[in-house]
């Protein structure tokens, strides 16, 4: 035979296979542990950056639902600042004797304050829902004599200037 041949008894390579066996055990188990410590560290992260980006997004909802009413209240008062520049504009078409105009632009006044929102905020809603009620049951008809229609109308621009002081 050969005598070069490395001469290896078995017990020998049972003993290497154990450690191997168990080394590769204990291996696997250490890698284990460590990855559920990572995926439990992780979790814990991500809750706490769910916590941070929810708590930011609250805020976000907030400053949204903010800015909502502030536009709402901006565009009632906007309402409200058309209607008196109809009114005022109705005065100056009836010194000019156009009372066609002077209608149309009181009704315009009439729909700027229908269209003051229901949640207004300073605005005092019975007084325009009067106002508007007054306004559209005015009706201009030509006259030889304007001083009545225009103390009328000049009336709307001061209830409307009231209103408007109050909801500053």
């Known amino acids: 035979m ?22 590769v055990g204990v291996f696997v188990l250490i890698a284990a ?3 559920f410590l990572a995926m439990s560290q992780g979790r814990k992260e991500l809750a706490i950056q769910k916590t941070q980006y929810q ?6 909802v907030q400053a949204l ?5 502030e536009l709402a209240a901006m565009r009632d008062r906007n309402y409200l600042m058309h209607a008196r520049v109809a009114v ?5 078409d009836l010194d000019q004797r156009n009372f066609g105009i002077a209608s149309g632009r009181l009704n315009e006044a009439a729909e700027a304050l229908g269209k003051i929102g229901k949640g207004s905020t300073g605005i005092d809603l019975t007084k325009v829902a009067a106002l508007k009620q007054s306004i559209e049951t005015s009706d201009f008809t030509v006259a030889a004599n304007l001083e009545s229609q225009r103390t ?12 408007a002081a109050d909801a500053k």
């Open 33 to 35: 542990g460590l990855y």
């Open 2 to 23: 050969n005598d070069s041949a490395p001469t290896t008894t078995p017990n020998s390579h049972a003993i290497s296979t154990r450690t191997l066996l168990i080394a």
């Open 88 to 92: 005022y504009r109705t005065a100056v």
């Open 65 to 69: 639902n903010k800015s909502q009413a």
């Open 152 to 163: 009328r109308v000049l009336e709307f621009a001061a209830q409307l200037d009231g209103i």
């Open 55 to 60: 708590q930011q997004v609250d805020q976000g």
